[in-house]
């Protein structure tokens, strides 16, 4: 018997005659699929944000927070993660983050999780994680009213298997190794400059003649308020 569990992780400005409070166009860099950030890979850093993120119950969990509030729990490093959500709502938050992070966030993504003590094939749990079909999939990574969504999305898996549980609280109520795999489509930006930024992401597929679909009819939409403070 196997636990699994999908958890699905996914504004523009007009300005007429004013300007701009938010950074110019050629302050954002998206960084790409072979960069890497304090030594570690992209695909590395998928398997770290789940680890973030299934490390906090859900009173404090960033992910079904719909604030902000929560925003620095369990942040560590020169990686800051943004959260997707859990439902389909739109999703707001306000968030102030330190000088000099990347960020990294998911616009859509799968994970499998295997409970203790039982079997854990590696091979076939990326099979069933991975993302082989695109069509109808909508993602979109905007910041401060510019689209970067084409230079910006990464798809990436992580590499191997990798246990979630490995940053959970005593909270969290987990004990010994819960094996993972995750795939999905991902973003990591350069540090933004100091100020307030917007960042909006996320991803939308329907697909009503494939129910058995993981990712048929995803909608996630969130947006983050980003204050960065100064050095």
């Known amino acids: 018997m196997r636990s699994t569990r999908h958890i699905l992780a996914f504004t523009a400005?007009?300005?007429?005659?004013?300007?701009?409070?938010?950074?110019?166009?050629?302050?954002?860099?998206?960084l790409g699929?072979?960069?890497?950030?304090?030594?570690?890979?992209?695909?590395?850093?998928?398997a770290r944000w789940w680890q973030w993120a299934a490390s906090m119950?859900?009173?404090?969990?960033?992910?079904?927070?719909?604030?902000g509030d929560l925003c620095a729990v369990g942040q560590e490093g020169d990686v800051w993660f943004l959260a997707g959500a859990f439902g389909v709502d739109r999703v707001i938050r306000y968030c102030t983050v330190p000088a000099?992070?990347?960020?990294?966030?998911?616009?859509?993504?799968?994970?499998?999780?295997?409970?203790?003590?039982?079997?854990?094939?590696?091979?076939?749990?990326?099979?069933r994680v991975s993302v082989r079909?695109?069509?109808g999939l909508k993602l979109w990574v905007e910041v401060d009213g510019q689209d970067l969504s084409a230079q910006a999305t990464l798809q990436l898996a992580s590499p191997g298997c990798f246990d979630i549980s490995a940053r959970a609280t005593p909270e969290r109520g987990l004990s010994g190794v819960y094996i993972s795999a995750t795939?999905?489509?991902?973003?990591?930006?350069?540090?933004?400059?100091?100020?307030?930024h917007n960042i909006r992401f996320g991803?939308?597929?329907?697909?009503?003649?494939?129910?058995?679909?993981p990712y048929a009819g995803v909608i996630q939409d969130i947006?983050?308020?980003?204050?960065?403070?100064?050095?």
């Open 13 to 30: 400005l007009l300005l007429l005659g004013v300007q701009s409070p938010f950074a110019r166009a050629d302050e954002i860099t998206a």
């Open 33 to 46: 699929l072979y960069d890497a950030v304090d030594g570690v890979a992209m695909p590395r850093w998928t």
């Open 57 to 67: 119950d859900q009173k404090r969990s960033p992910v079904a927070d719909r604030t």
């Open 100 to 127: 000099g992070k990347h960020l990294f966030f998911p616009l859509f993504n799968l994970v499998q999780t295997v409970n203790p003590g039982f079997d854990a094939n590696c091979d076939r749990m990326h099979e």
């Open 133 to 135: 079909r695109t069509d």
């Open 183 to 196: 795939n999905g489509f991902w973003a990591m930006l350069s540090p933004l400059s100091a100020g307030e």
């Open 203 to 213: 991803a939308q597929r329907r697909n009503e003649e494939a129910p058995d679909d």
């Open 223 to 231: 947006e983050y308020v980003l204050t960065v403070t100064a050095d």
